[in-house]
């Protein structure tokens, strides 16, 4: 597994890039608020430091490093999500309408 390193205000953090897989299962139906998708994404994605649901929460209250963390997993994750949001919308496109008399 190669460990990339960003920059978190005045750390530096070792994320790994995830799956499709992985980016699927956390998105999951769609049903899932932004901000928890962040934290389960950051969960997800950091091998060091340690973090712990209530650690990320506490980190994400700074929006300097909320934005820094975010915006650099959704980089690194680009083209899963993209991926994903291509397929997702795709089966929207290809359900066919229901019918109202």
């Given amino acids: 597994m190669e460990l990339i390193e960003i920059a978190v205000g005045a750390e530096t953090w070792k994320?790994?890039?995830?799956?499709?897989?992985?980016?699927?299962k956390l998105i999951g139906t769609g049903g899932k608020d932004l901000g928890d998708l962040h934290v389960?994404?950051?969960l997800a994605s950091v091998v060091e430091p340690k973090?712990?649901?209530?650690?990320?929460?506490?980190?994400?209250?700074?929006?300097?490093?909320?934005?820094?963390?975010?915006?650099?997993?959704e980089r690194i994750n680009e083209k899963g999500i993209r991926a994903l949001g291509n397929y997702m919308q795709s089966s929207?496109?290809?359900?066919?309408?229901?019918e109202t008399n």
């Fill in 15 to 24: 994320v790994k890039k995830l799956s499709q897989y992985h980016v699927t």
């Fill in 92 to 98: 929207i496109r290809s359900q066919p309408k229901s």
């Fill in 51 to 73: 973090l712990k649901r209530d650690d990320v929460i506490k980190i994400l209250e700074d929006d300097e490093k909320y934005f820094a963390v975010v915006t650099e997993l």
């Fill in 40 to 42: 389960d994404m950051i």
